[in-house]
């Protein structure tokens, strides 16, 4: 069994502020350690359940957060970014059978955590076909743009919500709740232990059952905070300026889609 995980930050237990999260803030250490442990121990459910190969794509800001010296010596990690379309999905291919999320946060728009975003800060919300996108949902289109299924996530309980509703067969940890400024979360060796049984328990099961239905059509809808911002992405080819702050994007493929996200978002 080969197996595919994709990990951030923002929804790594108990991370509350953005100097949580960035490498050159004094509060980045634990949180730095904490998210290399919930990463392990999704790798270690994994190696329980039979993969054989295990490929990390570290997907947050620099891409460089992940403590090797503590995954597991079976695994492989991708650091860095390759300027790729598939961005924080960078290495997945056909050959995989399963993709994990590991640290994933609820969507720019919502209130399910206290650093809701998709994929930056500079958006009020990013839709596809009329409903918010998490970065979860952009990913796990790109997983069933080539046919890999999505079994397991963890991140905020918002979130998590979110994720069944789409895949209710998926299995889920939520490693904290976000209470709009505040998140509110259990000791991080319970949510550590929460992710190895879960994702052993998502390996063990059908895989096929969680492959995301892809759509025929895609209709985008991007609000940037900043009026400027909307019409330079405006200029991108099929892209429209709906309103000052808003551009729509529409097309059948979804890897034109994320064509397009490279260059809007």
Known sequence: MKIFISADIEGVNGIVSWAETEA??????????QMSMEVAKACQGAREA???????????????????????????LHRGWEGCLCSMMAGLDKTYDAVLFIGYHSPAGSDGNSLAHTMNT????????????SEFMIN?????????????????????KQVKAVLPQAFVVATKEGRHG????????ITNQEIFEGVKQALSGDLSKN??????????????????????????PGCKLINPETIVFEADDYYEVLRAFKFIL
């Open 122 to 133: 500079s958006i009020r919300h990013l839709k596809i076909n009329g409903s918010d996108a």
């Open 182 to 189: 505040a998140v509110v979360s259990k000791h991080p060796e």
């Open 50 to 76: 039979g993969a054989e190969t295990i490929f990390v794509k570290d997907a947050h800001s620099s891409a460089m957060n992940i403590d090797v010296s503590l995954l597991p010596s079976y695994v492989t």
């Open 24 to 33: 050159n803030e004094k509060r980045y250490g634990p949180f730095q350690q």
């Open 211 to 236: 492959l995301l239905k892809l759509p025929k059509h895609f209709a985008v809808e991007v609000s940037y905070k900043r009026h400027q911002d909307a019409f330079n992405a405006s200029f991108y």
């Open 140 to 160: 796990a289109l790109y997983a069933a743009y080539l046919g890999v299924p999505v079994v397991f996530l963890s991140g905020d309980l918002n979130l998590t």
